[in-house]
T-cell receptor
Framework: DAKTTQPPSMDCAEGRAANLPCNHS???????VYWYRQIHSQGPQYIIH???NNETNEMASLIITEDRKSSTLILPHATLRDTAVYYC??????????FGTGTSLTVIP | DAGVTQSPTHLIKTRGQQVTLRCSPK?????VSWYQQALGQGPQFIFQ???????QRGNFPDRFSGHQFPNYSSELNVNALLLGDSALYLC?????????????FGQGTRLTVV
């Protein structure tokens, strides 16, 4: 079973920031949070991951709460090409990923 | 640098047949994991290979088996195909000793069982 819960769907206006929440209340101290996205039956694409500090790369920012029980993926300026299913994952031992159902993000023109 | 490559991209098999899917990991990676993604669902973990041994296994029957070669590439074999085995099969590569780093996925093999 997935260790995370996400809203099933969200909309975002093009050009605005998309904020995707994730709850992982049972996360342990040494477990990372990973975000991937999947565009229409392509392979999942890595976005970002983090342990406790906020992280930023060219694609997105990851904000992890101080108690590490939840996180938010931020796409700063959403485009139509960001329409996808976004998965928040806390892996089991050995990097086994249980994907859950993810959040289907629709970017609206 | 090639990423994760999978072959073939599409495959049609008849119920009861056997199929072999192939995966070459990203350069520098030594661990391969396989996932099954049915239509409309998230990927489901099948198993993981490192040092030519199965290290982790998800809730899949013994009809699903695998192999890893010395060059780290991997095969997924499915015997006695069922209609329900129709899915996108994904391969992910990662580094065993750097488990905190990201895994990369291939584009998948679309298997249709008729």
């Amino acid at each position: 079973d997935a260790k995370t819960t996400q809203p099933p769907s969200m909309d975002c206006a093009e050009g605005r920031a998309a904020n995707l929440p994730c709850n992982h209340s049972t996360i342990s101290g040494n477990e990372y949070v990973y975000w991937y996205r999947q565009i229409h039956s392509q392979g999942p694409q890595y976005i970002i991951h983090g342990l406790k500090n906020n992280e930023t790369n060219e694609m997105a920012s990851l904000i992890i709460t101080e108690d590490r029980k939840s996180s938010t993926l931020i796409l700063p300026h959403a485009t139509l090409r960001d329409t996808a299913v976004y998965y928040c994952i806390v892996p089991y031992t050995g990097n086994q990923f249980y994907f859950g159902t993810g959040t289907s993000l629709t970017v609206i023109p | 640098d090639a990423g994760v490559t999978q072959s073939p991209t599409h495959l049609i098999k008849t119920r009861g047949q056997q199929v072999t899917l192939r995966c070459s990991p990203k350069s520098g990676h030594d661990t391969v994991s396989w996932y099954q993604q049915a239509l409309g669902q998230g990927p489901q973990f099948i198993f993981q290979y490192y040092e030519e041994e199965e290290r982790q296994r998800g809730n899949f029957p013994d009809r699903f088996s695998g192999h890893q070669f010395p060059n780290y590439s991997s095969e997924l074999n499915v015997n006695a195909l069922l209609l329900g085995d129709s899915a996108l099969y994904l391969c992910a590569s990662s580094s065993w000793d750097r488990a905190w780093t990201e895994a990369f996925f291939g584009q998948g093999t679309r298997l249709t069982v008729v």
